[in-house]
């Protein structure tokens, strides 16, 4: 309505007029998702998708794109890839809250008398995306 009426009354009267501030009406958004940012956003986390948005804006910056980080997170949301806020929790390999029977320590106290006498073993955990096998 705003652009319908403006060569006839001054921009500060209309969004007076009609409870508008006059910041919202000249905002321009700095970059989207379908933006040349928003394309080279998308292009970096293509090639490595766990970056998060100081890495990215570090990498646009390296590659001369100027854009802030509030820009590369608001774009990151639009495409979906919003990460966690916070401290990422490491992730839970070991559940020792479980009603089944443990073994018991049966080597505690022993000493070895000869050459492979006692054997041990462990459990390598191979991380497989966000998961562990």
Known sequence: MIDQLKAEYPIETLCEGLDCPRR???YQPSASADSPAGAAI???LGRWPFSGYRRVTAQLKREGLPINRTAVRRVRGHLGQRG???QVKAPLTTQSTHSLPRFPHL???R???RPDEIGVADIT???LGRRFI
């Open 24 to 26: 919202s009406y000249d």
């Open 42 to 44: 998308e292009r970096i």
């Open 84 to 86: 966690p806020v916070g």
């Open 107 to 109: 080597i505690q106290g």
């Open 111 to 113: 000493a070895a008398t």
């Open 125 to 127: 955990y191979l991380p």
